[in-house]
Nanobody, 120 residues
Framework: QVQVVESGGGLVQPGGSLRLSCAAS????????MGWYRQAPGKQRELVAV???????NYADSVKGRFTISRDNAKNTVSLQMNSLKPEDTAVYYC??????????????WGQGTQVTVSS
């Protein structure tokens, strides 16, 4: 199986910064795309940013220019640097990892989520 663990959430004032980290571990043969999603109260989960194994990136329009996604392929980790945070960025942030296990089973694996609150 594959385990996905996020860290780095918290409370920050508007205009501040936070860095989220996510690590995938377990019976991993390879990791393909890694991404961050978020879900605010009463809203559907939405894509924030995704990065492929070839380090191509894609961002939601609402975070372009403020958030940066990066990954370390050797460690199977992905990070999200969030700058110029706004109250509307408040949400639970989830990491999703597309991985192939050692028995060549391909699936998406989610972390448990980490709360980000932007408030004065």
């Amino acid at each position: 199986q594959v385990q996905v663990v996020e860290s780095g959430g918290g409370l920050v004032q508007p205009g501040g910064s936070l860095r989220l980290s996510c690590a995938a571990s377990g019976s991993i043969f390879s990791v393909n795309a890694m991404g961050w999603y978020r879900q605010a109260p009463g809203k559907q989960r939405e894509l924030v940013a995704v990065i492929t194994s070839g380090v191509s990136t894609n961002y939601a329009d609402s975070v372009k220019g403020r958030f940066t996604i990066s990954r370390d392929n050797a460690k199977n980790t992905v990070s999200l640097q969030m700058n110029s945070l706004k109250p509307e960025d408040t949400a639970v942030y989830y990491c999703k990892v597309q991985a192939v296990t050692s028995n060549l089973f391909k699936s998406d694996y989610w972390g448990q989520g980490t709360q980000v609150t932007v408030s004065s």
